[in-house]
């Protein structure tokens, strides 16, 4: 675990190297084309110091404003008790120093993600249909696999990553808006000196800058998104670790793979940090994916048969893949055998569709601050937060209940 955790931090400093360099080298060409040799130093300052803003806010607040924008709400253990229970087995499995934040998102898509600066202030989200749609075993999967994400640190990387991508991609936009919306004006400016040779190189500046805009985002893009897809096999390979029952693992990603329900709550920025990638209908190609192929994913899992150890995670993912392991060989050498155990009792129980509609429905009206009451017949009340009277009517029996005793 800690060669992969090294492994993870020198490949995270080199991913944040080169886009740190992509960046400074964009904003000096941008400043050379519209300034100058004196305006290159310029435009370098000005990308760093956008750069150093956005880097600030995310480390100050970036997890915050990552489970604003996904529309997360903190919940507590009467909420779901379930849940909190298997957050608090795999937090003690993967020797966590403190329990992760549990975040629930109103939404029947199945889904989750990990965010946070660090272990020690790491949050993990579920949304409501993946807490129907999953029996333990499943779900004790799907967190596992969010743990392993945050003991290999790529929950700082993710944050810090995205914010220097978005910068480049920033910058690069307000270059080429500014060139198509002021070009005629520059092309005045450059035919009226083409005859100088200040005038010739000026012209030059201007099309390695156009060229760097948009070559720019997309190296960065594809650097960015060839650590993400390993993240995702490590993490994989974590949790079954943590789990010791890949088949757990492997049938929730079936079921999030096989649920068409489009996530709202996620945008461009956090779909990297999910799960599995949340815009259905889109198979997007290999190399614009920031995740492998769940199938693929799915195969290596049920390909397991011998133990849940890394070496074992390795031997099947060379099998199904058919190249070398993402599991460094060091780690994948050392490792200790894991035994395989079987379903557990609750892991075996699988619901109906109608009540796993029901069960999402009751989870997010608990969330959005529900009040559940079961008269003497039998019926559940479901009370909205905004009911103004102290009583209701049972509308079976006509029983009175007190909403607040």
């Known amino acids: 675990m800690w060669e992969q955790i090294r492994v993870n931090k020198r490949n995270s400093v080199l ?19 519209f300034g100058g040799p004196e305006g290159g130093f310029i435009g370098l300052i000005i990308a760093t110091a956008v750069w150093l803003v956005l880097m600030l806010v995310s480390f100050a607040a970036g997890d915050q404003i990552l489970l604003a924008s996904s529309k997360a709400v903190p919940v507590t253990h009467e909420v779901h008790p379930q849940l909190f229970n298997v957050v608090e087995e795999m937090k003690i499995a993967a020797n966590l120093p403190k329990m992760p934040k549990v975040y629930i998102i109103n939404e029947a898509s199945p889904n989750a993600f990990a965010t946070g600066r660090s272990p020690e202030t790491a949050s993990v989200a579920v949304t409501a249909g993946l807490l129907a749609k999953l029996n333990r075993d499943e779900l004790q999967g799907v967190i596992a696999h969010e743990m392993s994400h945050i003991v290999n640190r790529d929950i700082l990387f993710v944050t810090l990553a995205g914010v220097m991508l978005g910068s480049i991609v920033l910058l690069s936009q307000v270059f080429l808006r500014g060139m198509l919306y002021g070009g005629m004006g520059s092309s005045r400016r450059y035919s009226s000196r083409s005859s100088s040779n200040q005038g010739g190189g000026q012209i030059v ?13 997309i190296m960065a893009q594809l650097l960015y998104f060839a650590l993400s897809r390993r993240r995702e096999y490590l993490a994989d390979a974590g949790a079954v670790r943590l789990t010791r029952y890949p088949e757990g693992l492997a049938s929730a990603l079936e079921k999030i793979a096989g649920d068409r329900t489009p996530l709202e709550a996620a945008n461009k920025v956090t779909a990297p940090m999910y799960i599995s990638l949340p815009f259905k209908g889109r198979k997007a190609a290999h190399l614009h994916s920031t995740h492998p192929p769940i199938e693929e994913r799915i195969r290596i899992l049920r390909n397991m048969s011998r133990g849940a150890s890394f070496k074992d995670y390795s031997d099947a993912y060379s099998q199904t893949v058919g190249r070398a392991s993402v599991i460094p060989a060091g780690e994948a050498k050392q490792a200790e055998p894991v035994e395989l155990r079987q379903a557990s009792a609750e892991g075996k129980r699988e619901t109906g569709q109608r009540k796993q509609m029901r069960d999402v429905g009751d989870i997010m009206r608990k969330v959005s601050g ?16 905004n009911f103004k009277g102290d009583q209701v009517k049972c509308p079976r029996c006509g029983r009175i209940s007190s909403v607040h005793g």
């Open 15 to 33: 991913l944040l190297g080169t886009m740190a360099l992509a960046l400074a080298g964009l904003g000096f060409v941008m400043g050379l084309a």
């Open 205 to 217: 500046m201007v099309v390695i800058a156009l060229i760097a805009a948009i070559l720019a985002p």
């Open 370 to 385: 529900f009040a559940f009451l079961t008269c003497a017949c039998g019926i559940k009340m479901k009370v909205p937060p």
